[in-house]
């Protein structure tokens, strides 16, 4: 008796401790998806702000990979490699994209606070001395301008990378002309592909990456590393996958762990993809003229207006990047789309459907050097 009243005590402690992971996840994420007060008296503060909106930008596995220096009219932008994802993303091709979708959430913030902003990728000496590659980082000059609030600034903290199905509704011309537009940039374009026999080609590439990914145990090690089993875990940390942005149930950590175990297989993750593309309006593949840092930071930005463009059209959308994870898939994934150079970088589904829960972001002194 002593000891199932210990269970019972033990069962109600997990239990309030569960309703406070809530609660403390539900203020995290009310603290995180916000604007902000107008700030123009105070240069440090704008800059601080501008700082908070770019973190607002998604990331690989929700690592936030970056660090953020500010100087007297701009803001430096700095790939923080302790968060790669050398599995997943070995040559950190996701890495630098994020940077990008973090730059091109600070240009549509800057004009709200007066400013204009002009990333450009600058080399400089790394901690070897040496410039290359390892030494580069995005500067994003501010300069003056007129102020003005955008329909794309004002979808920043909407925008969301909604894992769960949409509702098959086709997006009119005019709305895909808006996203293909916004998705278009400086070597980068993208595809927009809405007929059924091209979404089931890609599902056929997805379905297949995911296979090769999920026999693979490293893969799955760095991706349950990443997850968040419940919003307590997910509020301390401010970062990863929280389980209830995908659908899934939240628990504690020690079982959400034996339930990822048990449940993550390869059939289940196929059928939840396959609702996923089928229920889509369309998917879009951002392809790159060349295979570079510089055109991978593009990709990023092109993304990222591209999502904010979908956001303030009531459009959501999600990644599907299996087909270009994988090096071995990704030059047939590219033959399909008739790709003749460049890089296949990013496969989104968009469509319309519900809000699903959001992801978290560390503190801004987190991130700032």
């Known amino acids: 008796m002593a000891a199932l009243a210990g269970l019972g005590g033990a069962g109600g402690a997990g239990y309030l401790s569960h309703v406070r992971g809530a609660a403390a996840y539900e203020a995290a994420a009310d603290s995180t998806w916000r604007h902000g007060e107008p700030v123009q008296a105070d240069a440090r503060a704008v800059l601080r702000e501008l700082v908070r909106y770019a973190t607002l930008a998604p990331s690989s596995h ?193 079982l959400g762990s034996l339930l990822f175990d048990a449940f993550f297989t390869e059939q289940a993750e196929s059928d939840k993809y396959a609702r996923q593309v089928r229920s889509a309006a369309g998917i879009a593949v951002f392809v790159s003229e060349r295979d570079d840092r510089a055109h991978w930071i593009e990709a990023g930005r092109c993304f990222q207006r591209f999502a904010l463009q979908a956001t303030a059209l009531g459009v959501r959308s999600a990644h599907l990047n299996q087909p270009v994870e994988l090096a071995s898939l990704r030059p047939a994934f590219g033959a399909f789309l008739g790709i003749a150079g460049g890089r296949p970088d990013l496969v989104i589904r968009f469509g319309r459907g519900p809000a699903m829960p959001r992801s978290l972001r560390r503190p801004l002194d987190a991130v700032l050097t």
């Open 62 to 254: 929700n690592t936030q990979c970056w660090k953020f220096a500010l100087a007297e009219r701009a803001v430096s932008i700095f790939p923080d490699y302790a968060r790669r994802c050398p599995v997943v993303d070995p040559d950190d091709h996701h890495l630098f994209v994020s940077l990008g979708c973090a730059a091109e959430n600070l240009v549509q913030a800057a004009p709200a606070m007066g400013l204009h902003c002009e990333p450009a990728l600058v080399a400089e000496a790394d901690e070897t001395g040496q410039a290359g590659e390892g030494g580069r980082r995005l500067h994003c000059a501010l300069v003056p301008a007129a102020s003005r609030r955008s329909a794309l600034f004002e979808a920043i903290p909407l925008r969301q990378s909604t894992r769960g199905e949409f509702d098959s509704r086709p997006l009119s011309n005019a709305e895909l002309g808006l996203l293909e537009a916004a998705g278009t940039g400086r070597g980068v374009r993208v595809r927009l592909l809405t007929a059924a026999p091209d979404l089931e080609r890609v599902l056929e590439f997805v379905v297949a990456g995911n296979t090769a990914q999920m026999r693979d145990p490293a893969f799955v090690r760095e991706l349950k590393a990443w997850i968040r089993f419940n919003g307590g875990d997910a509020a301390r940390s401010g970062d990863g996958l929280f389980a209830g942005a995908s659908g899934n149930p939240t628990a504690p950590a020690w």
